[in-house]
Every structure is written in C-alpha cells, then in structure tokens.
C-alpha cells in the first residue's frame, strides 16, 4: 500500500473521476505521491554520491580506467535528470498549495486523474501536451 493511498484517508485509496476534482483527499494522495517520489530520489542520489566517493581508485589498466569512467559520466547525467525531476515536482508541490494543480496551464481545463496519477508533474493536458509536442515537431523539421 502506497503511502499517498495512507496519507488520503483510508487504505488503498485511489482518486477516481467520480469524485469532485481536485477535493481534498485528492490533493493531499497527490501531495503525498509527490513527496514520496521526491523522497526516493533523494536517497538514491545520496546513494550514487556515496558510491562515487567510493569509486576514486585510480584504474592502471585503461579499459578498467575508461569503463569506470563511462560509469561515472552516467551516473552523473542521471544525477542532472533526477534534478531536473526535483524541480518538477517542487513546482507541482506548489501548485497543490496555491491551488493551481491539476489544471492545465494552456486551457485551464481538468487534466484527469488517470494522466496526473502516471505523470503526477503534468502541467498539460492530454490534448494540449498532443498539440504542443505536434508544434515542436514542425519547428523541428524546419
């Protein structure tokens, strides 16, 4: 059982279409989705910390010294998108507190529950992200 599913009320919680949108007990499953998720990255980006100040052997044979830093570069990209992915979630965490979350940005229209429980950083709806990313492909190609 998930903790956002704990933190909304009773066990096994899941918001549904058939409630208000964005009620209470919705918000704070979100909220706590959020968190949780946040949680999770922080610990594994001190985990890959760890594990990088533990990997400073110096390598004398150049394939173990090239493997272990094409480790290093990936760990550290990762790193840079569990960042970036920090910085959504604040902002969603924002969002629920100034009551604009779950509401997309272009339309202001609901983005639904079933697409903000798989991407709970959506700032889009289904439509509007569709539209949004058919523009970048036109710009794109040009």
Not at 11 to 26: A, T, V
Not at 76 to 89: E, H, P, V
Not at 100 to 128: H, K, V
């Amino acid at each position: 059982m998930s903790t956002a599913a704990v933190m909304a009320g009773k066990p096994g919680y899941q918001p549904s279409e058939d409630e208000p949108f964005m009620n209470e007990r919705q918000l704070e499953y979100f909220k706590q989705k959020l968190q949780a998720w946040k949680d999770d990255i922080l610990r594994e980006s001190r985990e890959t910390l760890v594990h990088l100040q533990s990997e400073t052997e110096n390598h004398p044979d150049l394939a173990d010294r090239a493997t272990s830093e094409t480790d290093r570069a990936l760990e550290l990209r990762t790193r840079d998108r569990q960042r970036k992915l920090i910085s959504k979630i604040d902002e969603a965490l924002r969002r629920i507190a100034d009551g604009s979350y779950g509401y997309c940005e272009d339309t202001g229209e609901p983005i639904g529950i079933a697409r903000l429980d798989a991407r709970p950083t959506a700032t889009l709806s289904l439509e509007a992200q569709e539209r949004h990313e058919r523009r970048e492909r036109v710009h794109r190609d040009d």
